[in-house]
Nanobody, 122 residues
């Protein structure tokens, strides 16, 4: 059983910083991509930052230059460093791993964490 657990969220003032962590337990045969998503009240869940297995990153335009996605390969942990936070960054942030559960799998499956709340407010 694969589980992803996010941590690091909380209340921060505008202009502040947070670092989110996503720790994976269990086993995935092959991880092909990882990413951070967020969902604000009344809005769709959108990709914030993605990281491929080869290390290529991509970011939503709204966070470019402010957020950085990275991973710790040895510990199967994904990070999102968030700087210069704005009120519009307020959302529940979710991590996702996409990969194959075993050798015989013919497609990728998505594995989601439960989310961590980030609130940017004075």
């Amino acid at each position: 059983q694969v589980q992803l657990v996010e941590s690091g969220g909380g209340l921060v003032q505008p202009g502040g910083s947070l670092r989110l962590s996503c720790a994976a337990s269990g086993s995935i045969f092959r991880i092909n991509a990882m990413g951070w998503y967020r969902q604000a009240p009344g809005k769709q869940r959108d990709l914030v930052a993605g990281l491929s297995s080869s290390g290529v990153t991509n970011y939503a335009d709204s966070v470019k230059g402010r957020f950085t996605i990275s991973r710790d390969n040895a510990e199967n942990t994904l990070y999102l460093q968030m700087n210069s936070l704005r009120p519009e960054d307020t959302a529940v942030y979710y991590c996702k791993f996409a990969g194959r559960p075993d050798f015989h799998s013919v497609k990728d499956y998505d594995y989601w964490g439960q989310g961590t709340q980030v609130t940017v407010s004075s």
